[in-house]
């Protein structure tokens, strides 16, 4: 090695964890620990051949002649140190060391170049006591050395321009081979059960299975060995699960099985699967709609509940069509912590199952013995129904603890007593079983030979400790004391936590940060979390380590812990606090701030709202009530009693509605804000005029309510909570059979919502209008869906169904009242233009049922047919939308046609049959079909009976349904020349129609 020389070395670069730091804290120490380090390592360089290039500050860089020689000197080092560690409890050397195999030029004695670079970029990667080793190094030592090497992948290295593959080293003694899994142990009877559940749903008999058990007792890991079977024939599987307390995610399980999907799927299928229900699963993960390239939602939801009722069935049609391109295995771990809403939304779904490749896994503890859960009613009630099988998984017994501990340590003897003494104590839950070994590994009671064989301590001389809770605080003790007090505040923040808020509760800096938390992820004391729809997490393994250490601690260190999480939290969140509102809620009510506990829950209780999670949106508006008792404040009081009253509107939970509302408007009025109470009132009075039964000695309460509604608004600036109750008035009059007055208070709110510039609000008035007009009126009810359309196919907003459909109305009354094909043709022709721009197919299918219709109104059989068939094709690209209304147009062609047999077949196939609600309908196609026959009696009877069967006036029947009597009729005696059947005027009828609740778009 002369100077100047350039040659191929092995050098190694070592490293003394955590140095700084110590000479910061005790330099003396640090000193002493250093030259102690030299004292050892430098025989071992000797003894292997190693060059000692130089020392730089508590490093060395050396320098081998070959490969072998470097990674033999390495290990023989860490093995020394580590015999050394093991005598003392404090004062620990641990080393990392880097190797790399490359080109170094040598000058005065030291060695220069890229090796020495790359070595010093690979060091930082090894573990504390622990070798990583570049890939060039790698490929000369592999089958030569007895230890085995773990790629690491090839991150890029700071000033390395390629990228530098690299290798950990297993050293026999590192405990690490406790923290990772445990190797598998058979349930052979649960495992039985499982697989066949499996072979049924690969064959289309779908299921779902509830593996039933306590804390600890194996049910994940269960499930996971099932799930990869599953996948190794062939199933998708989706997994998602749910920690305790998690208030903030709605649809955790879900969220995160679409999130799976949408990184893992090819485009193609999502768009295939997911496109006709994209805007509804965008509810659990927005970016749903923007993968899949849909709008963010078709059509605004008319009211509440039914909008969840779209939604629950858009979710199931997802998954169905997804188990159709493969079998599909949905994996709910921890079910017993799933908000109410994701339960809800799961027994919707189950009942798809049954004929479909799907297997919906779940993992859950007993629900609260005796409890009315919402999962303990979801159970009984899927299990009475056959719709649930449940798997309960019990503790192991002590041949299989046995096989465990064997299994664990390699597979060596176990003598029966010990297996016998660890089952005693931990009672055969394999946690428990994990814990006590791997704090027996770490006290020493377990160790490794430096040859890696694991021996044990004499019986005697071994303690096990009597529950979970003690060996955990042992375990925990025996860390570092700055790590211990992480993990402390980690137990504060839950179960799981983002990275970012522990590093700000517990002010230390991000490398040390992250130093701690490898040494808990290598304990087994904490996990990494891969949960995309949150922040980068970490979790507890088990939440019962995340108990005993939160439980231990001192309630004002827990208060002072919990305000400094949510005010960092409040930061960290920005402007998605929405989001983690309900999480904020618990740490400032537990820190102490009932105020902004109260301000998060009222928050986070809209947000459930807002994705129909009325149940969970209940709990968290109770919460806020009950803060609101500790920290009275009326104004905040009156807002969480509105949200609350709405909550059971919708639930149809009316009286409580009522209380709630009644005080609101009570409570608004005292603390001054009348822009509420008034708006509330128009809300109240719907509840009246909707449900007089409600209030049968007051009939007038309804206009009571809105008249003071109106005082207290009129009074104020003009605001869309007036427009509401000019809407609301309006819609009364008009159910008082006050049509002008009616109409000139629809005419006032659009007025006051002109003036305020409020577009939203003068929509739902136009709307409400609309259905006030007379038909005679023709040109404004065009100028009002116009506008209407025009408005909502502006880039954000959504054209709202009920416009829809009144277009797509209009379409087919000017066709059967004024005989108006070219009219009804132009508005068929919009909706459909409508229907694709916002790429809604059920919709585009109506409008071509509605100009098929026309067009054979017309005589224009052909061009009905050829309209019919785009309508099926479109169908068939989002199966379900609309077959019915397509059998029934394809029946009233067929009759077109004269083909009866024909038109017989589409109309059974329609599922219409006399007494069928959808009869009415195709009754005036039937009967024209028997008069084509010549069975004029029967024809007439069908019209007759189909009248009679309403049991109402005609003038009272809805006018869609009227007005299908009257147009038949009319053309029944038009073609048949038979007396025509006398049917009344429809107009009276529209006010019927406005009995929508909540705000009326168009
Ligand atoms: N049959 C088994 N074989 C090996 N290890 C197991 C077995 N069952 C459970 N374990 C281990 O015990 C621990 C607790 O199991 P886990 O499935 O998380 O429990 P649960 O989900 O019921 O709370 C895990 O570390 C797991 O790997
Ligand atoms: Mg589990």
Redo the contacts with the bound molecule.
Sequence with gaps: MDDGGRHLSAVMLTDIVGYTSLTQRDEAAALRLLEEHRRIVRPLLRDHAGREVKTIGDAFLVEFANALDAIRCAITIQKSLHERNSKISSSKIELRIGLHVGDVVQQSGDIYGDAVNIVSRVEPMAEPGGICVSGALYDQIRNKVDVSLVPLGAPALKNVEFPVPLYRVELPWMVTSLAS???????PIEQQSLNQALDRAAKGEGSVIVIL??????????AEETIQSAERSGFRVLRGRAFPGELATPYAHWAEMVRELLDDAPPALLQRVGWSVAGEVAKITPAFAQKVGAPASHTAPTDPESARARFYEAVTEFFVNLSQDAPLLLFF??LQWADATSVHLLEFVVRSVANHRMLLLA?SQEPEAGGDSTLSEVYRYLGKNRLLTIVP?RR?DQA?VGA?IQ?TFGGGEISQEFSALVHERTGGN??F??EVLRSLVEEGSIYRTPDGVWERKEIQEIGIPKTVREVVKQRVNRLDEPTQSTLRIAAVLGVEFPFELLGEVAQIDEERLIEQLERLVRAGLLEESSRPTRLLSYHF??PQIRQVLYGEMLSPRRVRYHRKAAEALERIAGKRREEFAGDLAVHFREGHDVAKAREYATLAAERWVKVYGFDDAERQYRTALELEEEAPDEKARAQILDGLGRVHYTLGRLDSAITEWEKAIQLYERAGDLQRAGGLCSWLSDVYRLHPELAPDRPQLVDEILEKGRSLLVRLPPSPELVRVYDTYGTRLAELNRPAEARSMAEKGIEVARSIGDRDAEMAVQGSLYQLLPLTEKDRMFDILNEGIQYFSQPGKEVPDQLFSSLSNLSFERLTTANDVADSLRLADEAIRVAQKARNRGWEVLGRCRRAMALLWRGDVQRAEEELQEARELRDLAPGSYDNRIERYSGSLAIARGQLERAARHFAQAGVSEGSSLFRYVVTDIAELHRQRGELTEAIRLLREAIRQERIPLAEVPANSAFHFFVSVRRFSMRSSSRPLSCGGRRKSRSSRVSSTGPRPV
Excluded at 181 to 187: A, L, N, Q
Excluded at 213 to 222: F, M, P, Y
């Design positions: 899994k445990t190797p598998w142990v058979d349930r058990g306590e804390s600890g007792v194996g049910k994940t890991r269960l771990d921890d993992t998984l192991m299989a465990l299994k394999p946690f079983v994990e393994p088990d």
